[in-house]
């Protein structure tokens, strides 16, 4: 039950990707990992699944694979 509360609270928060700028960041939307971590990393997951799972398998484990 707490790997279950803790991966989907953490799976849950927003995740982007970034690109440092003269004057701090900005969103980096046309970055080719933008869409796979924001938005769907596969057919079969979408992001908030992916992160769930990646989650799960760090606190359980103690590591996570993703294969690119």
């Known amino acids: 039950a ?3 509360a803790i991966s989907e ?3 849950s928060l927003p995740l982007s990707v970034y ?3 003269e004057t701090g960041r900005d969103k980096a939307t046309d970055h ?3 869409r796979v971590l924001h938005d ?3 057919e079969r997951q979408s992001a ?3 992160r769930e799972q990646m989650t ?3 606190l359980l484990r ?3 694979y993703a294969r690119i």
């Open 2 to 4: 707490c790997v279950s």
């Open 9 to 11: 609270t953490i799976a």
């Open 19 to 21: 690109r440092r700028t």
């Open 32 to 34: 080719p990992l933008y």
């Open 40 to 42: 769907i990393p596969n």
């Open 48 to 50: 908030l699944e992916f």
């Open 56 to 58: 799960a398998a760090m």
């Open 62 to 64: 103690g590591n996570a």
